[in-house]
C-alpha cells in the first residue's frame, strides 16, 4: 500500500506541476514548517491589461486544512486573469504536510494579502482592489480575513488584510460543529473563529455559491448567514444550485456549474467596480 500511495503522490505531483507551469511562483512565507508559497497568475501579454493598478484575486483551497490543493483554482486564476486581474493559487501549511491546525493556515492566509499589498507596485495591483476566493476550509480562510473588527485584527506596519470583496464557493460558515471543532487546537478557538458568529456592519460585499445537495457544508447555513448579513445591510448574494452538491462547482466536476459560477463571479466584480467590463468579443482561455 506505501509503494501505491508514494506512486500517487508522484503522480499528483507531475500534474500540479503541468497545472501550474504558466504560474510564477513566489516564496510570501518562511516557517518552522518550510516555506508557503503563491502561485501568479497575470494577465497574458496582449490582453490590453494596464501594467499597474489591476485588481488581485487570492483563492484559497478547499480539503478542510488537512491537504494541499493548490491547483483546484487554477482554471479561476486563467478566466480572471484573461480578464486583467493578477490571480493568486494560493498555498497555506495543511496538517498532512506541516502537521499544523487551521490556525496556522489563517495566519498564512492574512500573510499573504499583506504580502500582495506590500508588494503592489511590483505585482502591479492596486492594493485597494483585493478580492479573496476560497472554497470550504479556503472560504472560511477568506472570511476570517474580513470579518474581524480592527480592534481584534489590526494593521500591521499600516498594511490591512481585509479585501474588497468575497468570491466563495461551498462556503465553511459555522466551526462550532463537532467534526470541525475537532480540527481546532481546542473548541474555544474554533467558537472565537466562527464566522456566524463575526457578522457586522460594513462588510465588503460578497457572492456565495452553494449546493442545495451540500452534506459536507450546510445550505441551511448558508441561507442563515445570508439572511443575517442582508439584515445588517452588508450586500451579500446567495446563488443556490439544484441537485448539486459539495464539489459542483469545480471544472473537472461540472463544465456547466464552472461556467455559470464564474460568469456570476464576474459580473458581481464588475458591477461592483473591481474588474473591468468584458469586451464584447470575450472569450475565457478555459
Not at 53 to 77: E, K, Y
Request: aromatic share 8%; hydrophobic share 45%; net charge positive.
Amino acid at each position: 500500500m506505501s509503494q501505491l500511495l508514494q506512486k500517487i503522490a508522484i503522480i499528483g505531483e507531475a500534474r500540479d506541476r503541468e497545472l501550474l507551469k504558466n504560474a510564477t511562483t513566489r516564496v510570501y512565507r518562511e516557517t518552522d514548517q518550510g516555506d508557503v508559497c503563491a502561485h501568479v497568475f497575470f494577465p497574458p501579454e496582449g490582453s490590453g491589461a494596464p501594467a499597474e493598478g489591476r485588481p488581485a484575486m487570492i483563492f484559497f483551497h478547499g480539503g478542510f486544512w488537512d491537504v494541499a490543493m493548490p491547483t483546484q483554482f487554477v482554471p479561476h486564476c486563467l478566466h480572471f486573469a484573461s480578464r486583467g486581474a493578477v490571480a493568486i493559487a494560493a498555498e497555506t501549511r495543511v496538517a498532512t504536510k506541516h502537521g499544523t491546525s487551521p490556525v496556522k493556515a489563517l495566519e498564512d492566509a492574512r500573510e499573504l494579502v499583506l504580502w500582495v499589498r506590500r508588494n503592489a507596485a511590483e505585482l502591479g495591483v492596486d492594493p485597494q482592489k483585493i478580492i479573496l476566493g476560497g472554497a470550504a476550509g479556503g472560504a472560511w480562510l477568506a472570511l476570517l480575513c474580513a470579518l474581524p473588527k480592527e480592534k481584534d485584527l489590526p494593521p500591521v506596519d499600516g498594511f490591512d488584510c481585509r479585501p474588497q470583496a468575497l468570491v466563495l464557493f461551498s462556503a465553511l460558515l459555522n466551526t462550532a460543529t463537532r467534526d470541525i471543532m475537532a480540527r481546532f487546537p481546542d473548541k474555544k478557538t474554533a467558537r472565537r473563529k466562527n464566522p456566524a458568529k463575526l457578522l457586522r456592519r460594513k462588510l465588503p460585499p460578497m457572492i456565495l455559491f452553494h449546493g442545495k445537495s451540500d452534506r459536507i457544508t450546510s445550505f441551511d447555513e448558508a441561507v442563515k448567514f445570508n439572511r443575517r448579513l442582508r439584515w445588517r445591510r452588508v450586500r451579500c448574494e446567495l446563488v443556490d444550485y439544484e441537485r448539486a452538491d459539495h464539489s459542483f462547482f469545480n471544472f473537472n466536476v461540472s463544465h456547466l456549474h464552472f461556467e455559470l459560477t464564474v460568469a456570476a463571479a464576474d459580473r458581481f466584480l464588475t458591477e461592483r467596480g473591481l474588474l473591468p467590463p468584458a469586451p464584447e468579443d470575450f472569450c475565457s482561455p478555459v
